[in-house]
Structure formats: C-alpha cells, structure tokens
C-alpha cells in the first residue's frame, strides 16, 4: 500500500520570504501522479501542482514549485514571495494513474502561516 | 458552472440517526468519490464510482453506503450515525481519462453526538 508523510505539522514564516514543504511517500510502482493540494479557511480544496512520475523535470506554478526526488520518493513544494493569501494547510497526495478512479493517497498535512 | 455540489454544508445529528450527504456535479464526469477529513490524518477515501451503476469501497467504507443511479449524483449514507462519524466530507469528481485532475464540493461539515 502507498504511504504519504509530511513531517511538518505546522509552519509559519514572514511575508515575502521562500518557505519550503516536505513530503516523502511509499511506493513500489513506477508510473504515478503527486500532487499538492491548499486548503484556505473555506474548506476548499485547491489544486496547487501536479507532477507526473516519468517526467523529470520538476513542475512549477507560478511561485510556486516542487522539488521531486524520484529515487529518494520526496516530493518538496517551494512557495516563492509568500504572500498572506498563502496561509493555509497544504497536503501532498499520491495517485496511481492504473489504478486511477481517484484513488488519491494524502499525506496529515502541514498548516502553513504567513505573517505580516 | 456549478461544479460539484455538496448538500448540506453542516449537519448536526445524534448518534443512531440515518442522513444522506447529496454530491451532484454538472461536468458529465464518469468518476465521483466521497472522502473524509479528519484533524492529522488528511483525507481518506470512503467509496468510489467509476460510471453509473458500479461503485466500490475505498480506505474506510464501513458505516456508509452509496449507489450511482445517475452520472450526476452519488450520495453518501450514514445508516446508524457514531459519534466516531464525525468529520467534513468531501465529494470529488473527474473525467475517466482524465482522472487526474480532481474537482472537488466545499465539504460538508457532519457533527455525532
């Protein structure tokens, strides 16, 4: 069975500053999705980054990108330029695309704080 | 566009008490899934559907039940609510060959006493 962890319940940094997520998994398959998902005050759950297994190089969004480590399974998120919209908690998530039907895996979370 | 729906956004029951969570979503798609949220532990898969008529058990389906008569909605039952219940469900839907990319409700929020 696949395995999301995020070691960082909570974290809080300035606005402007980089502040950097971790995320390891488990997996013996190859070919999979990760993915980091923000969830504001509103409960909505909001697609931050995709990256797809096979592709090595890593995805960026804007301010936001990840740091995939195949071999090591980490899959970090760097958010550029915090900014107080950003406050949230974050959750990285494992999918097989076989598998597919939305079977996503999500790490405990980490509640990121900006401050002023 | 409405997106997926979710039905209500707070409930309060007591323990013993049956209730039906309604998702409904407007995008033809073939995938829906129910989760919950509980505080530490992310989300967890409930039940999933891959197309009308054929649903199937997740992570944690004990005490729910669903049934996809239509594409647009799957809702979620608690037959006998526990206290051990209580957490935000969400809804999720994708298209199959794109089941990648999640849409999900606003959750909703269910409270056991």
């Known amino acids: 069975a696949q395995t999301v962890t995020q070691s960082q319940p909570e974290m809080s940094v300035q606005e402007a500053e980089t502040v950097t997520l971790s995320c390891t998994y488990d997996?013996?398959?190859?070919?999979?999705?990760l993915f980091w998902y923000k969830q504001p005050p509103s409960r909505q759950m909001i697609l931050v980054i995709r990256q797809e297994a096979y592709k090595q190089q890593n995805a960026t969004e804007n301010r936001f990108s990840v740091n995939f480590q195949k071999a090591a399974k980490s899959f970090s998120l760097k958010i550029s330029d915090s900014q107080l919209g950003d406050t949230a908690m974050y959750f990285c998530a494992f999918m097989l695309p076989l598998q597919g039907a939305q079977k996503l895996v999500f790490g405990q979370g980490t509640r990121l704080t900006i401050n002023p | 566009n409405a997106g997926v729906t979710q039905t209500p956004k707070f409930q309060v029951l007591k323990t013993g008490q049956s209730m039906t969570l309604q998702c409904a979503q407007d995008m033809n798609h073939e995938y829906m899934s129910w989760y919950r949220q509980d505080p530490g532990m992310g989300l967890r898969l409930i039940h999933y559907?891959?197309?009308?008529?054929?649903?199937d058990q997740g992570e944690v389906p004990n005490g729910y039940n669903v049934s996809r008569s239509t594409t647009e909605d799957f809702p979620l039952r608690l037959l006998s609510a526990a206290p051990s219940q209580t957490s935000v469900y969400f809804c999720?839907?994708?298209?199959?060959?794109?089941?990648?990319?999640?849409?999900f409700g606003s959750g909703t929020q269910l409270s056991v006493l």
């Open positions: 559907s891959v197309g009308a008529g054929i649903t």
């Open positions: 999720a839907s994708s298209y199959r060959h794109r089941n990648e990319k999640l849409f």
């Open positions: 997996t013996s398959e190859n070919n999979y999705y």
